[in-house]
C-alpha cells in the first residue's frame, strides 16, 4: 500500500509559478510511474504530467507543456511539478498517482494509488 500527500498549493497571481511535492510513504517509489492529475470545479479530473519509474521519460498535457515540469527524487521518495507561467485556467485541485507498472501514462485509470490533493488557484 502506497500513502500519497500533495503540498506546496496555494493562492498566486497569474504569472506566478508554484512547486507541488507529493510524497510518498509505506512503500518505496522507485518502481513507480507517477502522474500529476487535476479537477478544477464543475469540471471532470484531466491529466496533466507524468513521469516513467526512472525519471527518463515524461509527458505533459498540450495545456502546460513548457510551462510545466515533472521531476522525481526517488531517494527522497517524492515527486514534484514546478508550475510557472501560471494562469487563472490552471485553477484546480491537483492530485498525485501511482502507477505499479512504472509508465508515465496519461490514463487515470492506469494509477493505483491517489492522494488527497492540494489546492491551487491562480487569480487575474
Known amino acids: 500500500q502506497v500513502q500519497l500527500v500533495e503540498s506546496g498549493g496555494g493562492l498566486v497571481q497569474a504569472g506566478g509559478s508554484l512547486r507541488l511535492s507529493c510524497a510518498a510513504s509505506?512503500?518505496?517509489?522507485?518502481?513507480?510511474?507517477m502522474g500529476w492529475f487535476r479537477q478544477a470545479p464543475g469540471k471532470e479530473r484531466e491529466f496533466v504530467a507524468a513521469i516513467t519509474w526512472s525519471g527518463g521519460s515524461t509527458r505533459y498535457a498540450d495545456s502546460v507543456k513548457g510551462r510545466f515540469t515533472i521531476s522525481r527524487d526517488n531517494a527522497k521518495n517524492t515527486v514534484y511539478l514546478q508550475m510557472t507561467s501560471l494562469k487563472p485556467e490552471d485553477t484546480a485541485v491537483y492530485y498525485c498517482?501511482?502507477?505499479?507498472?512504472?509508465?508515465?501514462?496519461?490514463?487515470?485509470?492506469?494509477?493505483?494509488?491517489w492522494g488527497q490533493g492540494t489546492q491551487v488557484t491562480v487569480s487575474s
Open positions: 509505506g512503500r518505496t517509489l522507485g518502481s513507480y510511474g
Open positions: 498517482a501511482a502507477d505499479r507498472i512504472g509508465y508515465d501514462s496519461s490514463w487515470s485509470y492506469d494509477y493505483d494509488y
